[in-house]
């Protein structure tokens, strides 16, 4: 199947052409782990994850690697203010070690809940110190670098000529009214490549390095990393919509003078989460996580399904209203299923029938990862009378590899529960009252409906099946 996505370079949508027949290699923009990703982080992460499961639909094989920034990512997101790593384990009176260390497991924990797909490979930056090192230093052999005496290593991104490509920017309105601060920086757009650690402070990270002691700029570690990983050239690369600009640009200004051009052939970026007045803020104490989300009571697979219901390059606006209306929507397809499961006479799986769903809902969702599209004719699927339970329920099977809601499993749960709430003698007897109904021996199933009411059950029938629920 053809596979479309926009692509944030040529600003188009394109048919995907892979590097390598078959194989998709791809790169995700991971957390800092100073503190708990919020359900704005994860927005992104579920993104990345749709996109893994559409091109596994399409048959491809998926290297995918997420990174963990655990050193080097400033305040200002720019080169300067504190390290958020070093404030994170001052906060919390531990050791930068043991924060990071927290905060993976804790966005793995939540990674899970969401039913993410582990992504194949999660390096962390502060495990590729040496790759880091040598990618500063072939730039330094190319002439793209400069020394900022008692700062650090800087990226004269007046060298790369297509500097600002992904963002839309041009050179000339970068660099043009930009004042030069007098950090010392060339142009306003460079960047911190290496920086020295302060001489007053013994920092808890830091590394030797051709320049002294110090630690990574924030960006050197995405380019050091994916490249490891995924080879010299790579398929995709997505990350929050924010990095276009600034992040991404200056991965592309590392990477492109050693490896050559294109680096990656596609970017996507992500819209954000947003809240009605603006950011979700962490000292609002609007910054929810997917387990305050499961504190509050709600199934994180509801968030998911919210989430699916808008596209990835819309902004979404969080509300609790707005999770509890995906609440319903959820539960009650959940319902349905749970009342396929239970149907009467389920039929046998119809391939034909299978696969024209299964084709239609591929098509869709491939075409620039449309997935409120694709949970239409989820609904459509249900409505339609003439597709037999038995091959509903396979397609729901396919639903949740591509879209990871996990229906199958929520709707076994509830009619475990219903079914298993009665007693085990009343659900023998309504059972034995289903088989009486199928072979139209109405005088038996009267009876025992009539044992199964005064046992103080009724069976509620469904024009599906039936489910045992005790009498108010
Ligand atoms: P950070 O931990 O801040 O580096 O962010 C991790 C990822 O989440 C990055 O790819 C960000 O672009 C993304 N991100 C940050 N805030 C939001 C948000 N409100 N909604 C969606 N994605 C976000
Ligand atoms: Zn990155």
Redo the contacts with the bound molecule.
């Keep these: 199947m053809t596979i479309r996505l926009y692509n944030t370079m040529t600003r188009k949508l394109e048919e995907f052409k892979p590097l390598v027949p078959g194989k998709m290699g791809f790169y995700?923009?991971?957390?800092?782990?100073?503190?708990d990703?919020?359900?704005?982080?994860?927005?992104?992460?579920v993104?990345s994850d749709i996109i893994k499961r559409v091109f596994i639909e399409n048959g491809y094989d998926v290297t995918h690697v997420m990174n963990f920034?655990d050193v080097g990512?400033l305040t200002s997101d720019g080169d300067t203010g504190d390290d958020k790593m070093e404030k994170g384990a001052a906060r919390e009176n531990m050791s930068v070690w043991d924060v990071a260390q927290k905060y993976i497991d804790g966005f793995l924990y939540d990674m899970d809940l969401l039913n993410n797909i582990k992504p194949t490979v999660m390096p962390r930056a502060t495990d590729h110190i040496a790759e880091q090192i040598a990618q500063v230093q072939k730039l330094e052999a190319l002439g793209y670098t400069y020394k900022i005496p008692g700062d650090g290593i800087y990226y004269d991104t007046s060298k790369f000529a297509a500097y600002g490509a992904l963002g839309g920017q041009k050179l000339s309105d970068l660099r043009g009214g930009a004042r030069i601060d007098d950090s010392g920086k060339r142009n306003s757009t460079d960047f911190a490549l290496w920086k020295f650690s302060p001489t007053n402070e013994k920092r808890q990270m830091e590394w030797d390095s051709p320049w002294g002691v110090g630690f990574p700029g924030w960006h050197i570690e995405c380019s050091a990393m994916s490249t490891k990983y995924l080879g010299t050239h790579f398929d995709l690369h997505?990350?929050?919509?924010?990095?276009a600009k600034v992040?991404h640009s200056n991965e592309i200004a590392q990477s492109e003078p050693i490896v050559g051009a294109p680096w990656v052939s596609y970017w996507m970026?992500?819209?954000?989460?947003?809240l009605k007045d603006g950011?979700?803020s962490k000292s609002a104490g609007t910054a929810y996580t997917v387990r305050n989300l499961v504190e509050r009571g709600y199934d994180p697979m509801a968030y998911r399904y919210l989430l699916l219901q808008s596209h990835y390059r819309q902004?979404?606006e969080f509300s609790f209203e707005s999770l509890d209306a995906a609440v319903a929507g959820y539960k009650n397809i959940v319902r349905k299923i749970a009342d396929l499961m239970t149907a009467d006479n389920i039929g046998e799986l119809d391939s034909g029938v299978y696969n024209i769903w299964h084709n239609k809902m591929l098509t869709i969702v491939s075409d620039n990862i449309k997935t409120a599209e694709t949970l239409v004719v989820v609904q459509e699927l249900l409505k339609d009378a003439s597709v037999n339970p038995a091959t509903k329920l396979a397609l729901f099977e396919f639903i949740d590899r591509l879209l990871g809601l996990q229906f199958i499993d929520r709707a076994k749960k509830l009619v475990d529960l219903e079914q298993q709430s009665a007693p085990d003698d009343i659900v023998v007897l309504a059972q034995q009252r289903a088989e009486a109904k199928a072979n139209k021996d109405w005088t038996t199933a009267d009876s025992l409906r009539a044992q199964i009411d005064a046992a103080g059950w009724t069976v509620l029938d469904s024009k599906d099946g039936y489910k045992i629920v005790k009498k108010a």
């Design positions: 995700t923009c991971g957390p800092t782990v100073y503190w990703a919020h359900i704005g982080n994860m927005r992104t992460m993104n920034t990512h997505v990350g929050g919509q924010e990095h992040h970026h992500f819209e954000w989460l947003m950011k979700m902004p979404l």
